[in-house]
Nanobody, 117 residues
């Protein structure tokens, strides 16, 4: 079993930055990939970024204009999401996700990010 705890959400103005953290505990040795998803009101949950246990990041959009950066600190069993130049369309609940090598999926409780115009 894996337990994920997100932190770092909040209210920020357009153009501002936030850094989300997700601390993992439990059977973390079994984790293959961790990542961040977000879900805005009335929309489906979508992938924001992922990172393998070896630190290889993955993003759903091209690098040009990318505003979010995922990273990890293996010593602290924590991943981060640095979000820059935020805009109101980024307002959502951001969820930490982890997948084990056995394809088990775990979710955090989510952290609210609100970007004001």
């Amino acid at each position: 079993q894996v337990h994920l705890v997100e932190s770092g959400g909040g209210l920020v103005q357009t153009g501002g930055s936030l850094r989300l953290s997700c601390a993992a505990s439990g059977s973390i040795f079994s984790l293959a990939t961790m990542g961040w998803y977000r879900q805005a009101p009335g929309k489906q949950r979508e992938l924001v970024a992922s990172i393998t246990r070896y630190g290889v990041p993955g993003y759903p959009e091209p690098a040009k204009g990318r505003r979010f950066t995922i990273s990890r600190d293996n010593a602290k069993n924590t991943i981060f999401l640095q979000m820059n130049n935020l805009n109101p369309e980024d307002t959502a609940v951001y969820y930490c996700n982890a997948r084990s090598q056995a394809a088990e999926t775990y979710w955090g409780q989510g952290t609210q990010v609100t970007v004001s115009a």
